[in-house]
Each structure stands twice: as C-alpha cells, then as structure tokens.
C-alpha cells in the first residue's frame, strides 16, 4: 500500500514501514489481533520496539492508520480512472478493474484483512468507502424512483455484493482474471438494473 504523504519520505522510513505491516499481516494469518504485541511484531519485523513506537503508538493506531491507507488508495483509483471514453459503461467498467487489479496486486493483505473476523475495521472502512462511491453515482438514479425503492437500500445491497464478491475471489485464490470479473460484474449490474 502506498504512503500519501505529500513531503518525500526517506525511503528506510517507508521500507520499515512496510517491514512493520508485512509482518503484521503475517501474524493475523496465524492469530488474533488481542494476541499481537509489539514485541512479537518487532520480532517479526527484524526491528527493535522504539522503531516500532517512532512509526505508531500501539497496534491499534496502526490498523488505524492502515485503514485509512487503504481508504485514501481506494479513493485515488476510483476518481483516476480517465473519463477519455465516451461511454460511461466503460469508465464504470475501467474503474472496477482498476479497484480488482489493485485488490488482486495486494491479494495477500485484502485476503487477511477482509476475509477475517480478526479486523473488522477494514471492511467496514470499505464498506463505507465502497457506499459513498456508490451514493455518487446513485444520485441520479432516476430509475429506483420509478421502482418505489429507496436509494439507500440500493446503496447497501450494491456495496455489500461487490464486497462479498471480492472476499470469495481472494479466498478462492483469484480463479478469475480481474478483467473477466470487472467485466462480469458489471454485467450482472447491469442486468439487475435492468430487471427492476
């Protein structure tokens, strides 16, 4: 995941950094986020615990931050895609691809993190990213109006799906190229808004 500082970083800072996040994730896969300290983190991580504490405050500031991490790099690929074609299919489409080649590039973190009970602060943080995404393009949803179905309604069943979808792609070990799923997923909601 990629730091959004806007001075430039020391890049020792960012490899620990990274170290530190690797070797966290590392130890989810084997147990609970309770069960985590700081010494056994540094451990992992080949650093002492006053590096740990120069970077972050306890293991929690440090899902925190990681979370919104995530968050500000969702946020960026959503609203980069370039609006250059002129069907809007296919800037929704790009935009979801480029959210499943990002999910797909960090599969081992998003395969921890989204797929566990042991950090829920993420997927509700995507959850609540993927809803405002969403609510955006939902505004104007003429349509749902038509059909006496509330925006937020739509909003939930649309987030939650998409979530649902990526977690058992991941658990699955990505079966599917995130082209074929951006493309099938978009087909589907497509085809679900055309039903109602």
């Known amino acids: 995941m990629k730091d959004h500082s806007k001075t430039r970083i020391d890049p020792r800072v960012i490899r620990t950094r990274q170290l530190i996040k690797d070797a966290l994730i590392d130890l989810l896969q084997e147990m609970e986020v309770s069960k985590i300290s700081v010494n056994r983190l540094a451990e992992r991580a080949t650093i002492n615990r006053v590096t740990f504490y120069l970077h972050y405050r306890d293991i929690q500031d440090m899902l925190e931050k990681m979370a919104q991490e995530m968050v500000e790099d969702i946020e960026e690929i959503m609203s980069s895609t370039e609006s250059s074609p002129d069907d809007s299919k296919e800037i ?105």
């Open 92 to 196: 929704e489409e790009l935009k979801l691809l480029d959210l499943l080649e990002y999910i797909a590039d960090n599969a081992k973190f998003y395969k921890v993190v989204l797929g566990s009970r042991r950090t829920p602060i993420f997927t509700e943080r995507l959850l609540n990213t993927l809803s405002d995404i969403i609510t955006k393009r939902t505004e104007n949803a003429s349509f749902l109006a038509t059909k006496d179905i509330p925006v937020d309604i739509a909003i939930w069943y649309s987030s939650s799906a998409l979530i649902g979808t990526i977690v058992k792609w991941l658990h699955r070990d990505m079966p599917y190229t995130p082209q074929f799923l951006a493309k099938k997923l978009y087909m589907l909601f497509k085809l679900r808004m055309d039903e109602i």
